[in-house]
């Protein structure tokens, strides 16, 4: 067998990925296998999220139940993350495949031993002013596999599942300049999205926010119907707390990891175009 890694790293970029010959893949893909997938809900927040193992094509020396798992894991993949030893092996193999720039790699030392984020007492959310404010449901993302691996933070904040990791002004006709306020905003700007100064007025659809890894990535996060905001990191699942565990009230002033620069609330709709 081959196998395609890929390495959950962005939120609104697709992944990079990079591929192993058949005596590298089956020890791994065995190895993954003991230790298990990462669970539905784990995350990291924004950042490094682990690694999605893609087998290309089966091995002829491997056993029955290894050639069964590969049969479930073949379209899917299977997601690593919480197995330090493993992880640490397959980011080597990463900066030794990928071309990463040295702000990624410099995101990855040391990435494996930051722990899954463990949920911190629920807070007290702002009033919703969106009027058409989606409900904050993860389970209708997280719980079908292909929508949660084809599906990224542009997908979510919008609410819409296109299936085809959307990225702001495809659909439009006008593509992302950069990674920066000013190469994704016009964007976004372009699908149908209205700049707002703040989130307290009350308007017809819903308030979203662009936040910016500067030159490497960007991320969307949304007020749901209950006033707090969720977001979805890349492939990754669904969730309603920032890098530090905390229940986001603002994503100006949550913890967002190396997404350091708050572009823009945002207002979307049900009638905005994406792809």
């Given amino acids: 067998m081959s196998l395609s890694v890929q390495l959950n790293i962005f939120s609104g970029r697709p992944n990079p990925r990079f591929t192993l010959s058949e005596t590298e893949a089956i020890s791994l893909f065995k190895r993954a296998l003991e230790v298990g997938p990462a669970s539905p809900n784990a995350s990291r927040g924004l950042g490094y999220q682990g690694f999605t193992l893609l087998p290309v094509e089966p091995g002829s020396d491997m056993d029955a139940m290894s050639q069964d798992a590969l049969g479930a894991a073949s379209a899917l993949g299977l997601t690593l993350m919480g197995a330090p030893e493993l992880e640490q092996e397959l980011i080597t193999l990463a900066l030794k495949h990928l071309e990463l720039s040295p702000t990624v790699q ?15 007492p ?23 596999a292909v929508r949660l691996a084809n599906n990224n933070c542009y997908n979510y904040a919008n609410n819409q599942a296109t299936n085809t990791f959307a990225q702001p002004g495809r659909a439009s006709g006008t593509p992302i300049t950069g990674m920066s306020c000013g190469g994704v905003q016009p964007s976004a700007v372009s699908d149908g999205l209205v700049a707002s100064a703040n989130f307290s007025e009350n308007t017809p659809g819903w308030y979203v926010a662009l936040v910016i890894w500067p030159d490497t990535d960007f991320h969307w996060y949304r007020q749901d119907s209950n006033g707090c905001w969720s977001h979805k990191p890349g492939s990754t699942p669904v969730i309603n707390t920032d890098n530090a565990g905390a229940q986001i009230t603002d994503p100006a002033t949550c913890d967002r990891g190396d997404y350091t620069q708050f572009c823009s609330y945002m207002i979307t709709n049900s009638g905005v175009v994406i792809s």
Wanted: glycine content about 2%.
């Fill in 106 to 120: 410099n995101a990855l030392a040391h990435a494996y031993e930051r722990p899954l984020i463990t949920a911190l």
């Fill in 122 to 144: 629920q807070v007290d959310c702002p009033d919703c002013k969106g009027q058409n404010a989606p409900v904050y449901d993860p389970d209708w993302w997280n719980n079908n």
